[in-house]
């Protein structure tokens, strides 16, 4: 998604007060997806820091590879670009000997940490001040995170139309990663998961070879990528006739998604809604196979700020783009059932409206 200039100011203002409250001479943005928010900025390899952004009371700098230099200058206009030939870092140092500075802690190494502090470089860990400004969405956030949203579910319901027993959870994911790109998505947001059988007891099963078979549960959790943005999206189905213990449980875990959306917005306490849905299972005499959280925000990452945990301080904003999917897992297998929404002033709205009243 490309920034205008006045986008780019207004994210600065909001940096800006970080350094205000917390007293620093400048902010180190090294993961890709803050550069990318505040810059518009997306890496070729991340793997190899080709990157950064320095953030001051003055100046958004981006700093990169010579290499890049002349592309930055053509689709960046707005931003002031430092080029180095040496290591990144380096540079990076010998600009901030002495200075304080704010950084991502979970995104820099022992080594880098340990090379910037020899220069006298005092660290602050700000990562969390930093999740929660990109927490709240704009307008414009959030017309291409339904967008995408609404890709994804085009494509899952294709999808599911074109499974067959017979077929493995890999063509499964691949059918489906295909149409997604086909419908207007760039890429995925993750690895598709497609848990069939005793596998969808597994939250996170590494789609396999493994073939569907007749009466199997499916469950396919997936995302599409556009313009810097994730999609999210979990259904889970019977290919046949579902078990008495399978229509007992999906009803459950629908009953929580409907109890957590009842919820939800702006002003209530992140922690609650994932009680109410652990209230939900504790009744039903099924809390022990609950594994994860309620959901998590949605955004240029498929993991953001907030994640809806009972132990997560902190309340529900207007504007944030937020996952709900609980979830039951067993040795016979699990069901899912995950949308996404905005929450609102006096409660939100769904970014993805497919079917999931339906038991088979």
């Known amino acids: 998604m490309k920034l205008s200039k006045s986008e780019i100011s207004q994210r600065w203002r909001k940096y800006q007060q970080i350094l205000i409250d917390k007293n620093i001479d400048g902010i180190l ?17 991340e793997q190899d820091r080709e990157a950064f952004v320095l953030i001051t009371p003055k100046d958004i700098v981006l700093l990169i590879h010579r290499m890049y230099a002349s592309q930055v200058k053509t689709l960046f206009p707005f931003l002031k670009l430092e080029t180095v030939n040496q290591s990144l870092f380096e540079t990076l140092a010998n600009s901030y000997q002495g200075k304080k500075i704010g ?43 339904k967008e995408i949203e609404q890709i994804t579910q085009k494509a899952l319901e294709h999808t599911r139309q ?8 890999k063509m499964v994911a691949e059918h489906l990663e295909k149409l997604m790109i086909e419908f207007g998505a760039f890429d995925s947001s993750f690895p598709t ?33 556009k313009d810097g943005y994730c999609g999210d999206l979990t259904r889970t189905y ?41 209230k939900i299972f504790e009744k039903a005499g099924l809390i022990d196979h609950y594994w994860h959280t309620t959901g998590h925000g949605l955004g240029i990452g498929i993991h953001e700020y ?5 132990s997560v301080q902190g309340i529900l904003q207007s504007g944030m783009v937020i996952t709900v999917e609980p979830g039951l897992y067993f040795d016979w297998g699990g069901i899912r059932i995950e949308d996404v929404v905005v929450v ?3 409660g939100f709205t769904t970014l993805s409206n497919l079917n999931h009243e339906e038991i088979n």
């Open 29 to 45: 943005l090294s993961s890709s997806q803050n550069i990318f928010y505040l810059s518009g900025y997306s890496f070729v390899r």
């Open 103 to 145: 950084i991502e802690e979970i995104n820099i190494t022992v080594f880098e940490a340990q090379f910037l502090e020899k220069k006298q470089i005092k660290l602050i860990n700000i990562a969390k001040d930093i999740a929660t400004l990109r927490a709240i969405k704009t307008t414009k956030e959030i017309k291409v995170i």
């Open 162 to 169: 074109w499974i067959s027993p017979g077929v493995t959870e």
């Open 193 to 225: 998961i497609v848990a069939s059988g005793i596998n969808s007891g597994i939250p996170h099963h590494m789609t396999s070879n493994r073939v569907i078979q007749e009466n199997d549960i499916v469950m396919i959790d997936c995302g599409g990528k």
């Open 238 to 278: 019977v290919l046949g006739k579902p078990s008495r213990i399978y229509n007992d449980v999906y009803k459950i875990v629908l009953q929580a998604q409907k109890t957590a959306l009842g919820q939800i917005k702006g002003g209530v306490k992140i922690a609650d809604i994932d009680l109410a849905v652990r």
């Open 306 to 310: 907030p994640s809806l945990h009972f």
């Open 344 to 346: 609102t002033k006096t």
